[in-house]
């Protein structure tokens, strides 16, 4: 019986450990596949508030924050950046390894 007891309380320990929860405890849903960036590195989707800097990507359900990392999982596909900046190599001061010339609508 006591064995029994102890395997449960074990047991029920080695799951609670394997579940992962955020640290303020909301995850933004998935970025959609594309998204386009205007002059600023910011969009709002599906009541959060996302910024693109340096090749990452953060959350917040403010534009004021606190901003979280956004799991690598939900970043998009492709990013592209519409407005200034059609200079050879950057685009807006970001990484053009995002950015693809084939879809570009400016």
């Given at each position: ?17 394997c ?6 405890g ?8 594309v998204?386009v960036l ?10 959060f508030h996302y910024h693109y800097d340096?090749?990452r990507?953060?959350y917040?359900?403010?534009?004021r924050?606190?901003?979280?990392d956004?799991?690598?999982d939900?970043?998009?596909?492709e990013?592209r ?7 050879k190599?950057?685009?807006h001061?970001h990484d053009?390894r ?7 609508d400016d």
């Amino acid at each position: 019986m006591k064995k029994i007891l102890i395997l449960t309380s074990f047991a029920v320990f080695l799951l609670t450990a394997c579940v992962v929860m955020p640290r303020h405890g909301v995850v933004a849903p998935y970025l959609p596949p594309v998204v386009v960036l205007d002059v600023e590195p910011y969009y709002y989707y599906e009541g959060f508030h996302y910024h693109y800097d340096r090749d990452r990507w953060y959350y917040s359900q403010s534009r004021r924050g606190p901003w979280y990392d956004l799991p690598r999982d939900h970043y998009p596909r492709e990013l592209r950046f519409k407005g200034k900046g059609k200079g050879k190599g950057k685009r807006h001061g970001h990484d053009d390894r995002y950015y693809d010339d084939r879809r570009h609508d400016d």
